[in-house]
């Protein structure tokens, strides 16, 4: 070869060259996906985004080889439009399901589970399983009863196991988890989610059953992984941790000191009663933790972590005022006791930092890189198009998102043309806009008295103290033009907004 003219030389180099890398590129396989969401986990209850109090050595262990995303917002103030943003790649000005509305107040023909996704919505799921990958969802659903159009199987899974209703979801020893459209019994005597307020002893036996359902849906999730191990697949795990009621096994308690809980919580707010409440909701978020690492380490027992991406994330933030004169939040959740806002304002329910603001980690070796953190506002819906990305899929057209997908990999900030949004009917009617480092938000939208506009600087006022709405009405007037064009009708799930919609 070295006696050939040069300019040939360059030519065979320029060929063998392209044929290494096309044989390398044709080598390397679609990368899996592993989404893995949290049940109403606030944004400092893990031990890498400043909790003190919880262990979580296998999230912050992901967080150390990956990328934590420190403005990162879920779709909604609560499960369901959460879920659907994320599943859609839909703001909540056009999402289909903005509110957690029960699919039995819009259908007598379901006896569980929430308002369905209609066939015409496209998802996540459903983009993957069109390209070949093999699709499973554990965990609970929310979008759509069984046989209805928003049927997990009908939205790109092969193999749904879990909760389809999010009321049912409120027990950890339910009466029955669904493997696709079959009922697979769990509990011959299931424990309710929801008791009355007890005055005598409370006990933690007493509503300690005899499967704990977070076992059969990791366990699921572990059988899927070492099946599809040698083909691109697509993983969706909703855990129902560390959402109310909270009746965790007693040995998961046990690891938590007594002297934190002098009295007990009573069931005053809701749900469930525990001797224990504050070991009890610690002991829910270490088990999350350990869900986590038990995933980890199945991908690596099945050789397929060095391409897989895995994503954590939670579908809002943790749980919000029970009822007045207590010191616990529903459930028996004191955040307080957890700093688990980590000083943002607000909870679940609400359009405050505390409520959408979720604690968020993106991992993968040799692309994502480690220990770092991010500090770029996203949100639920830049997911779907994220993932595309990753995966080398064609996008649906008319995405509220943008792909994060070269950021996570080292590379710029996407530049978004329609500013982040939330459209929430519900806790009395919220409406909230993200403009550069301002935050607009609107409360009491379904009262006799609409809440004016607040405006909040997040680059020097993330505790959202200081309202400057009157500095800027220039902001309110960007916002509302925003809102006329960006809120499409809804029916199922009105909202009147003032100065927007007639």
């Not at 879920?74 to 439009?81: F, I, Q, R, Y």
Request: glycine share 8%.
């Amino acid at each position: 070869m070295t006696n050939l003219p040069l300019p040939l030389l360059s030519l065979v180099i320029a060929v063998a060259l392209h044929s290494a890398t096309t044989t390398a590129s044709a080598a390397q396989p679609p990368p899996n996906v592993v989404f893995i969401l949290a049940d109403d986990l606030g944004w400092g209850e893990l031990g890498c985004f400043g909790q003190k109090k919880i262990p979580t050595p296998h999230l912050d262990r992901l967080a150390a080889q990956g990328t934590r995303l420190t403005q990162h917002y879920s779709g909604a103030p609560v499960c369901a439009p959460s879920r659907c943003v994320l599943m859609t790649g839909k703001h909540l000005g056009h999402a289909e399901i903005r509110g957690n509305k029960k699919a039995t107040s819009t259908s007598k023909e379901f006896t569980e589970g929430q308002h369905p996704l209609s066939a015409a919505a496209i998802t996540l799921a459903q983009l993957f399983q069109q390209a070949g990958y093999k699709t499973a969802a554990m965990g609970k659903w929310g979008l759509g009863p069984v046989g209805s159009t928003g049927d997990p199987n009908k939205k790109g899974f092969d193999l749904f196991f879990g909760y389809n209703c999010q009321s049912v979801a409120h027990s950890f020893y339910p009466a029955h988890l669904w493997r696709n459209s079959e009922k697979i019994p769990l509990n011959a005597k299931p424990i309710s989610g929801h008791q009355t307020p007890l005055e005598g002893d409370v006990r933690m036996e007493t509503y300690i059953g005899q499967n704990y359902a977070s076992d059969s849906i990791l366990a699921e999730a572990e059988r899927f992984i070492a099946q599809n191990a040698q083909h691109p697949f697509f993983l969706y795990l909703p855990f129902t941790e560390p959402h109310v009621a909270m009746h965790p096994p007693a040995a998961s308690v046990d690891r938590f000191p007594k002297e934190w809980d002098p009295e007990p919580y009573r069931g005053e707010s809701g749900y469930l009663p525990h001797p224990r409440p504050h070991a009890a909701y610690a002991a829910m978020i270490s088990d999350l933790d350990s869900h986590v690492g038990r995933i980890m380490d199945a991908l690596e027992k099945n050789h397929a972590a060095s391409h897989t991406l895995v994503l954590f994330s939670s579908d809002n933030g943790t749980t919000h005022p029970g009822k007045p004169g207590t010191r616990f939040h529903i459930g028996g959740v004191d955040p307080f006791f957890f700093n688990s806002t980590a000083g943002l304002r607000g909870f679940k329910g609400s359009v405050y930092e505390g409520g959408i603001r979720v604690p968020t980690i993106a991992w993968m070796p040799g692309r994502i890189p480690a220990g770092r953190s991010d500090d770029t506002p996203s949100f639920f819906a830049d997911w779907l198009p994220t993932l595309c990305d990753a995966a080398s899929l064609p996008p649906p057209a008319h995405l509220d998102g943008v792909s994060l997908w070269q950021r996570l990999t080292g590379g710029p900030a996407p530049t978004r043309a329609t500013p982040m949004l939330w459209i929430f009917p519900e806790y009395g009617g919220q409406i909230a806009v993200r403009i550069r480092d301002f935050k607009l938000l609107r409360q009491r939208l379904a009262t006799k008295n609409p809440g004016p506009w607040e405006i909040y600087d997040l680059a020097s006022d993330r505790s959202e103290k200081n309202d400057i709405a009157s500095k800027h009405p220039e902001l309110i007037s960007q916002a509302e033009a925003l809102l006329r064009r960006e809120v499409s009708p809804n029916p199922t799930f009105p909202i009147a907004i003032p100065g927007v919609t007639p």
